[in-house]
């Protein structure tokens, strides 16, 4: 478990194409869900195009944070599904942690700022 | 070459202008032109209803099992697959109304793009200096015949050097314009 957590550390900071392709597959979906997926939860301010998506599944799946999980029909037609491994889970797990600080961080400076403006 | 409906036109393609080849192929198809196949220098058109079509260059080393899913992720996505040659293939879309649309959504991708095709420079390269440096050292190969052969090798040489320097110019532009935005 340690030593998971270890290797998924190095993935990190993620891009953001990667994060997002990461958090799509909390389902396990084809490349084309994925890319409605990014498209819906970034209210679409996210687009992530084919030859973007080709390479990052590409590298992913060596790098061992998804693998293949059979096929799915997509409009009558097979298409190959993907899914998380256990390192990828680990991923997404350590940056959600990674950003919420980050995150945390941000608000305390924010709330001073925004204190020290009405001092002033 | 020229019949009514269908022509060849001869180019060069420089890799590292990818862009204008996609810029080009956008005003052969507002007048017109759709591409049909590209074969090297050689491009094949065909006649049709002037549009306003997106061209998109990929550059993917695809192996046979892979093939089929990478072209039906693009299908998905919209996009046509125009045509292919020596691993650069040609994708097109009919433009929308708001921002063009991309296959590289972001910096990273398009520089891992360009790496591959660094890889296979490399590779190439090293195929075409072996039997250069080779022949060089060799005595008895006098002639006109291998002159020219060397003549040849070395040109070859020379601009394989030239086409590695201008990828990695262009990887190095591209790592330059990637913005803090890309990662949190």
Redesign the interface.
């Known amino acids: 478990m340690k030593d998971l957590e270890e290797k998924a550390q190095r993935f990190l ?5 990667t ?1 997002y392709i990461l958090i799509s597959l909390v389902e396990p979906g084809h ?2 869900g994925i ?1 409605q997926n990014v498209a819906a939860v970034s209210g679409d301010r ?11 599944l ?2 992913m799946l060596r790098q061992g944070l998804i693998e293949r999980a059979g096929e799915r029909a ?1 409009e009558g ?1 097979r ?2 599904v993907y899914a998380l491994t256990g390192l990828g889970r680990a991923v997404v797990l350590l940056e959600c942690e990674r ?1 919420e600080a ?1 995150s945390r961080i941000g608000r305390k400076a924010a709330a001073r700022l925004a204190a020290g403006e009405k001092e002033s | 070459m020229k019949t009514k409906n269908r022509k060849t036109v001869i180019r060069l393609y420089w890799a590292w202008n990818d862009n204008r080849e996609e810029r080009w192929l956008n005003r052969m198809a507002r007048e017109g032109w759709h591409l049909t196949a590209p074969r090297g220098v050689f491009y094949k058109f065909e006649k049709g209803e002037p549009a306003d079509i997106v061209y998109r260059l990929d550059f993917q080393t695809l192996r046979r099992s892979d093939r089929k899913e990478y072209l039906e992720l693009f299908r998905d996505a919209g996009w046509e697959h125009a045509g292919e040659f020596s691993n650069w293939h040609y994708f097109r879309i009919k433009a929308g109304g708001g921002s063009p649309p991309e296959i590289h959504t972001d910096p990273a991708s398009r520089i891992a793009m360009f790496r591959r095709l660094l890889g296979l420079l490399v590779i190439v390269s090293v195929v075409v200096w072996i039997p250069l440096a080779r022949n060089l050292g060799r005595d008895g190969l006098d002639g006109g015949f291998w002159i020219a052969v060397r003549i040849l090798q070395a040109v070859v040489a020379v601009f394989m050097v030239y086409a590695i320097h201008k990828i990695l110019d262009k990887i190095a532009r591209l790592r330059k314009g990637r913005d803090g935005k890309e990662r949190i």
Not at chain 1, 13 to 17: F, G, K, N
Not at chain 1, 46 to 56: D, E, M, N, S
């Open positions: 900071p993620l891009t953001e194409s994060y490349g084309y890319m996210v687009r992530l195009g084919p030859g973007t998506l080709y390479g990052a590409t590298n997509l037609e298409r190959k950003l980050l």
